[in-house]
């Protein structure tokens, strides 16, 4: 069975840095392109970006609002999928969900609070 | 970036009736590839989005029968040919063909 447990999410002040962390089972995760999305609390789905698999290149592309602030990055050896998040404003509040390139697959999500 | 739109927003359904939702997007989708990459995903209250439909009309392993996607180019739709009531939920469209990907804004159904 696929499954992805995320973690790492908290309270953090503006201006400071979180790292959350994706584990991913049940599929061979060195082949899989993974993405994070986000949900800010009662509003819809956005994208925060994705990684390639080391075979296609592991490269990353970001969404606007974050491109500059956070990083995605992987490592195979522990199937884990990471997004290190730095400069955190308020508007970055959300839950932050990992899923298979193709979204077919999330987990359930870590929170994400960004305040003083 | 390209902007998804879905109506209605709010869709209250009988129990048992079909219902329709209808995404656009502000350009094609599709890819030069061949295939037009467009997913619906439903999120039922204070769970995770769960991908229903790929790629237009391919549903994922799991999703009843009664959920069918349709479209091509910018125009989309999902329809449900028979609502029951653990449809309740958000839904929404998203594009994977121009990067970044975007979702729709989502249509909440719920029962009348």
């Known amino acids: 069975e696929v499954q992805l447990v995320e973690s790492g999410g908290g309270l953090v002040k503006p201006g400071g840095s979180l790292r959350l962390s994706c584990a991913a089972s049940?599929?061979?995760?060195?082949?899989?392109?993974m993405s994070w999305v986000r949900q800010a609390p009662g509003k819809g789905l956005e994208w925060v970006g994705r990684i390639k698999s080391k075979t296609d290149g592991g490269t990353t592309d970001y969404a606007a609002p974050v491109k500059g602030r956070f990083i995605i990055s992987r490592d195979d050896s522990k199937n884990t999928l990471y997004l290190q998040m730095n400069s955190l404003k308020t508007e970055d509040t959300a839950m932050y969900y990992c899923a298979t390139g193709g979204v077919g697959t999330w987990g359930q999500g870590t929170l994400v609070t960004v305040s003083s | 970036d390209v902007v998804m739109t879905q109506s209605p927003l709010s869709l209250p359904v009988t129990l048992g009736q079909p219902a329709s939702i209808s995404c656009r997007s502000s350009?094609?989708?599709?890819?030069?590839?061949?295939?037009?990459?467009l997913n619906w995903f439903q999120q039922r209250p204070g769970q995770s989005p769960r991908r229903l439909i790929y790629k237009v009309s391919n549903r994922d392993s799991g999703v009843p029968d009664r959920f069918s996607g349709s479209g091509s180019g910018t125009d989309f739709t999902l329809k449900i040919s028979r609502v029951e009531a653990e449809d309740v939920g958000v839904y929404y469209c998203m594009q994977g063909t121009h990067w970044p990907f975007t979702f729709g804004p989502g249509t909440k159904v719920d029962i009348k």
């Open positions: 049940g599929f061979t995760f060195s082949n899989a392109w």
């Open positions: 350009q094609s989708l599709l890819y030069s590839d061949g295939n037009t990459y």
